[in-house]
């Protein structure tokens, strides 16, 4: 019956052999067997199948037409076999695989590109599925598993179960309409803005830039003068965009600016400020998420940041 038949590979394997070689001396010595236990196991073959698969003659034998079609589907099984095992060691060692990717506005135009063009050079085999979130969103589904990775901007609290690192840098400047006084300037020093309105990060939802915007104001000697509050840079980039107000924003947005917005670079002491972009996963991230983070960071410096 046919749910006894044991198509081993060895057992296809001697098939094939006798199939090519078409005598069974010959193909005992291809396999390093001798010819009786070769010819007992094809016997045993077609009686399992119920159909004669080789002509026997005097000079060696010949495939049946039933034989024709075995051998090839034999083949074939057997190369599916190969790859089913090659594609598990790939899967498990991370050149193949799905990669559910999170990030939050504005690094898809920023950063992403770069890793998406890379991956598809370097890990041809790895399928990255981007999802947009908030960053309190991306760092959430990224814990309990519906996000192998994320990408943030200068995440705060992440918990302890999240594994973060620093794939990117970029300076703070001064973003302003490009009809401003000082908007042509090659730098300028942030007490020069003290009179000016200033769209400011929210602190519940980008606390690390809405610190370093009113720091570094105190230490310029002035409180700014908050005209507005947006929660991501989308909307801090907008307000500016309008020409409405100022505000202090990572340098690698001015790749997206359109005719209405300039940056300046800050100088001085409060010149140093910076932001960070940081890959996030859990601590036994798949070996997939691993590759991919191995190769952002072998990637040439400066290569994978907003320019």
């Known amino acids: 019956m046919l749910g006894d038949i044991n198509l081993s590979r060895r057992l296809l394997g001697q098939f094939l052999a006798v199939a090519q070689e078409k005598h069974f ?26 159909v004669r698969l080789l002509d026997r003659g005097p000079g060696g034998v ?8 075995f051998a090839a589907d034999a083949q074939r099984l057997l190369d599916l076999q190969t790859a089913v095992v090659e594609r598990a060691r790939r899967v498990a060692s991370g050149l193949e695989g799905d990669v559910r990717v999170g990030y939050v506005s504005l690094l898809s135009h920023l950063y992403l590109p770069t890793m998406l063009r ?26 309990t598993g519906a996000l192998d990775l994320g990408f943030l901007r200068d995440p705060a609290q992440l918990s302890d179960d999240l594994v973060s690192g620093v794939i990117a840098t970029e ?23 003290r009179e000016e309105d200033f769209v400011l990060p929210d602190p519940n939802a980008l606390p690390i830039l809405a610190e370093q915007l009113q720091l570094a104001c105190h230490q310029a000697g002035f ?20 020409g409405l107000c100022v505000s202090l924003l990572p340098e690698g947005l001015q790749h997206l600016t359109g005719p209405g917005v300039s940056f300046v670079h800050l100088r001085g002491q409060v010149g140093h400020l910076d932001t960070t972009v940081h890959a996030v996963h859990r ?21 994978f940041e907003g320019s």
Not at 226 to 241: E, Q, T
């Open 171 to 193: 300076r703070i400047g001064v973003a302003m309409p490009c009809d401003h006084r000082l908007s042509d300037a090659d730098g300028i020093d942030l007490a020069q803005l």
């Open 118 to 143: 890379a991956a598809a050079e370097r890990l041809p085999g790895l399928r990255i599925h981007l999802q947009h979130d908030s960053s309190q969103g991306v760092a959430d589904r990224v814990r």
């Open 62 to 69: 010949r495939l049946t037409a039933a034989g024709e079609v």
């Open 25 to 50: 001396g010959r193909a005992a010595e291809q396999l390093g067997m001798s010819q009786p236990p070769l010819s007992q196991s094809i016997q045993r073959l077609e009686r399992a199948v119920g």
């Open 223 to 242: 409180t700014p003068r908050g005209v507005v509050v947006a929660d991501d840079l989308s909307g801090l980039f907008s307000y500016v965009a309008a």
């Open 283 to 303: 601590p036994d991230a798949d070996p997939a998420v691993i590759r991919l983070l191995e190769m952002i960071t072998s990637l040439p410096p400066g290569s």
